[in-house]
């Protein structure tokens, strides 16, 4: 019965793990922050990458060859638009149909 009531008097890190928790909750919600600003990063370098590979010709031809003992026919291909394919795209901005919604909860008005 003595060892009960000596722990439940003893606070002695009762501060410490109050600071603790504080300072835990404020890292938690840097990583947060950090996180979406991560992703919104990758999400926008991804969307650059591919809107490189989009705008690649991808139009080719070869003409027909004729030789003394054969020939060839000629091919060609010309690449149409894709799904939000455009030429103005804005300068720093992703493109390809992404946008990342930065409303936070003030601007909610």
């Known amino acids: 019965m ?9 606070d002695a890190g009762f501060v410490f793990s109050a600071e603790l928790v504080l300072v835990a909750t404020i890292l938690v919600l840097g990583l947060l922050v950090g996180m979406t600003a991560v ?12 809107g490189a590979i989009q705008d690649l010709n991808q139009s080719y ?3 027909g060859v004729v030789g003394h003992s054969g020939e060839t026919a000629g091919s060609d291909f010309v690449d149409g638009l894709d799904h939000c394919d ?3 795209d804005a300068s720093g901005s992703i493109d390809n149909c992404i946008t990342i919604d930065a409303t ?3 601007d909610e008005a």
């Open 61 to 63: 031809e070869f003409f």
């Open 104 to 106: 936070t909860i003030g």
């Open 86 to 88: 455009s030429t103005d």
């Open 39 to 50: 992703r919104d990063a990758v999400v926008s370098e991804l969307s650059d990458v591919a």
């Open 2 to 10: 003595r060892v009960l009531r000596n722990l439940w008097k003893d």
